[in-house]
């Protein structure tokens, strides 16, 4: 994995479709060079986000350096002839930071740090036990009955709470390596979903196109006049 920057040429752009299901075509090329990338192959999988369902994202070729890279991100909105810092593995680019335009382009899925999956999934688990104990309060059943769903509700809580965890914090490894590698100090705090970039024209809110120089005010490696400066 390396970082590479420049003006980009030859850029070609298309339509594509990102299986939530099924790894293949170019989104397991993808996967694969991720995998390749942070060192291993189960870390850069991708969990299933939305059932049987299919993301429209777009497909881009373009060459940098005398080289030609390919990528797989939600949405492209730059042109031909952009400056352009690339995190590549092989021949396909993995990250793309558009520093004149605010917009970094991030693998589908990632974008929380493994610290901030486990507030959410700690609160999602004593979510899930109010309620539990809000229906037993209702109910008309004898102290033995509710003390043993009190128990097994703990149980099928934690479990349901954990399986939906575990494929989560794999992305949010992924997260925290390319942040690190991109050079992102203090990464683990920021929540880059929450400056994903909102496109009117699109139904979906859903965005893994980060408006990275609002989450990083004050450790950002990119301003945006960083090739003005180089």
């Excluded at 293949?24 to 060079?33: C, D, H, I, N």
């Excluded at 299919?54 to 005398?66: I, M, R, Y």
């Amino acid at each position: 994995m390396k970082i590479i920057e420049g003006q980009i040429e030859n850029l070609f752009v298309y339509k594509a479709k990102y299986d939530f299901i099924k790894n293949r075509g170019k989104q397991a090329t993808v996967s694969a060079a991720l995998g390749a990338a942070v060192g291993s192959a189960a870390l850069a999988s991708q969990a299933v986000l939305v059932a049987n369902s299919q993301w429209d994202v777009k497909a881009c070729s373009f060459e940098l350096n005398g080289q030609k890279y390919e990528g797989l991100f939600e949405d492209i909105y730059f042109s031909n002839h952009a400056q352009l810092i690339c995190l590549v593995q092989d021949h396909i680019a993995l990250v793309l930071i558009d520093p004149k335009d605010n917009k970094m382009y991030i693998p589908i899925g990632t974008g929380e740090t493994v610290k901030q999956l486990k507030k959410k999934y700690i609160y999602m688990y004593f979510g899930c036990i109010l309620i539990a104990f809000f229906v037993l309060f209702f109910s008309n059943g004898d102290l033995k009955f509710i003390i043993l769903a009190i128990f097994l509700s703990l149980i099928v809580s934690y479990f349901f709470v954990m399986s939906m965890y575990k494929p989560e914090k794999i992305k949010g490894l992924l997260t925290e390596k390319i942040m690190d590698f991109l050079g992102f100090e203090n990464n683990r705090e920021v929540k880059l979903r929450k400056y994903s970039f909102g496109d009117d024209n699109k139904i979906m809110t859903m965005s893994w196109v980060i408006e990275y120089q609002n989450a990083f005010k004050e450790n950002n490696p990119y301003p945006k006049d960083y090739f003005e400066k180089k």
